[in-house]
């Protein structure tokens, strides 16, 4: 036994590599690309750290190139779920007793095998997978993923060391204990590590975890287990299954062990697994933990005074970067009038300058949404926008599903502030601008405020302080994110803790100590250092 206390300093943000022209860098992602592509992978479920494959396979094709198989994988059904919650259980015992300093061990050997051995495979396979460019999966796969395991380390760490106060003859201490139980990790597509991190947060702090990844992210899910079982992993600490939805929530929701869901994904789906939890509450041993991020309708509002070029690039890129699938991504715009029509000229020059294709060349800026069901959601809006006299198309509206998912980024010009592509959620690469008389900003701010249930993320761009000052308070409920003169996605970890309230979660912030605190127990403890030996106080004496 160890009689030393282990500090693990704040890092640094993982580097961004620029893929430019004849890089090494870019020369061993698209040598990593081809390897891939030159192979069909087998990929199986991982429960106890053991390989189950169980011959029901589902096709791997780049939502870019749908003719392509990258290969299969196997689904589960509801004996792999009982057996992942089983060896989870069976683990627990051991890992909740590891010293604390041996499980950072394993999640920063983890962080160093993706920075290192692992980086081109991690973003090759996020870029195949989910049809990221270059940038964006090295931006998500590989520094996202590698700072949410330091940062976590560090924070963990730091809440380790919190301790109360004592007073004299007493010693007080606090211990910060995993729940009671298993923890359930269901992660998106979107974010390879939004993936990497739902389950390996939950695991730091000394739970055992089932995780289900959307099936559109099991190419690079595969590749985040692996590196974590070649980190050192005790089996059964993180169970990697792919069963179907319902029947997950069915058995795990059920399960009296059930502790805890750390979730992305749909606010349809999060509010009946909150649902279903609270029925169930009887059969728990304790209140399992609900935290989930669920999604937006997040905001672009520029002032009179705002910067034309400023507004117009925070728009092309928070609207269509990664196609606009970014939960934090910029759906609706609020342009005044004095500086609309400008704003709206350089944002469409900007998108005739964007190339669409597939991820392996990499000049291409936009490339394909995730599969078929996304597609037809997105061209609906779309084409419900033509054939309505309300709206206007300005750019884009073109698509086609024959070589893959693929919509041009798209923008409709609405009259009416509250049109539904104002709205509703589309999770896709359509931005709807408004335009309102420049005079009224204070009422587009209430106008901004109301018009969605949504509250993750939004920018307001102006070069007025006032101005700036104003929309801060005034929208202090909007956005757990908000931004000043910049588009509204790509928070950092350890800079920019990501999460919404309303209708986009529970605002519990990954990538900060708030997140953490979710998956553990605390017990205090006091120690009477000389007990008293007399029931008697002082006051019950006369003299």
């Known amino acids: 036994m160890h009689n030393a206390y282990f500090h693990f300093a704040a890092p640094a943000n993982e580097p961004v590599y620029s893929y430019a022209p004849g890089s090494p860098e870019k020369v061993a992602l698209k040598k990593q690309l081809s390897a891939f592509k030159a192979q069909q992978a ?59 300093e041996q499980r950072a061990g394993i999640f920063l050997k983890a962080a160093e095998l993706i920075a290192t051995k692992y980086r081109y495979h991690m973003n090759a396979a996020t870029m195949l997978g989910q049809s990221k460019n270059a940038y964006q999966a090295e931006i998500d796969s590989a520094c996202e993923l590698i700072d949410f395991l330091r940062y976590n380390v560090h924070f963990l760490s730091e809440i380790y060391k919190q301790q109360p106060v004592s007073s004299p003859g007493v010693h007080n201490r606090t211990e910060y204990r995993p729940l009671e139980g298993f923890v359930l990790a269901v992660t998106p597509f979107n974010f390879t590590a939004i993936a990497g991190n739902l389950p390996t947060s939950a695991a730091m702090c000394g739970n055992v ?57 749909s606010t349809a789906v999060f509010q009946h697994m909150w649902q279903t939890i609270g029925q169930n509450i009887k059969k728990y041993k304790a209140y399992p933990r609900i935290v989930g991020e669920t999604g937006g309708k997040d905001f672009v509002l520029a002032h009179s005074s705002a910067d034309v070029a400023v507004t117009a690039i925070a728009l092309a890129r928070g609207a269509f970067e990664y196609q606009g699938q970014k939960c ?63 709206a206007k198309i300005i750019a884009g509206g073109n698509y086609s ?58 920018s307001i ?83």
């Open 401 to 458: 599903k024959t070589e893959g998912y693929f919509i041009e980024p798209t923008v409709i010009e609405v009259t009416d502030p509250k049109y539904v592509t104002m709205c509703e959620e589309i999770f896709g690469p359509v931005l709807t601008i408004y335009t309102y008389d420049a005079d009224k900003f204070e009422e587009i701010i209430s106008v901004v405020d109301s018009s969605s249930s949504y509250a993750l993320t939004g």
């Open 328 to 390: 934090s991504a910029a759906s609706r715009a609020y342009l005044p009038s004095n500086i609309a029509e400008a704003v709206k000229t350089r944002l469409l020059a900007e998108l005739k300058t964007m190339k669409m294709g597939s991820v392996e060349d990499f000049s291409n800026f936009i490339n394909a949404v995730i599969d078929e069901r996304s597609f037809d959601k997105i061209t609906n809006y779309i084409e419900n926008a033509k054939k309505d006299p309300a």
């Open 42 to 100: 087998d990929i199986p479920m991982y429960i106890n750290n053991q390989e189950i494959r169980t011959g029901k396979t589902v096709d791997l094709r780049p939502p870019h190139e749908i003719k392509h198989k990258l290969g299969h994988f196997h689904m589960g059904e509801a004996s792999h779920i009982n057996d992942a919650i089983a060896a989870a259980l069976a683990a627990k015992e051991q890992w909740a007793a590891t010293p604390w």
């Open 209 to 265: 975890v089932v995780w289900k990844p959307a099936d559109t992210q099991v190419f690079a899910a595969n590749m985040f287990m692996q590196i974590m079982i070649e980190a050192g992993l005790p089996a059964g600490v993180i169970n990697l299954i792919y069963v179907d939805g319902p029947q997950l929530g069915d058995i795990c929701f059920s399960h009296p062990e059930f502790a805890g869901i750390h979730f992305t994904g």
């Open 461 to 543: 761009i102006a070069q007025d302080r006032y101005a700036i000052d104003l929309a801060t308070k005034k929208l202090v409920n909007a956005a757990g994110n908000f931004y000043i003169n910049d588009k509204p996605t790509g928070a950092v970890v350890g800079q920019q803790p990501f999460g919404g309230a309303r209708a986009s979660g529970t605002n519990d912030k990954a990538g900060s100590m708030l997140n953490l605190y979710r998956w553990l127990s605390a017990r205090t403890i006091k120690e009477t250092l000389v007990p008293p030996t007399e029931y008697g106080y002082p006051f019950i004496k006369e003299a």
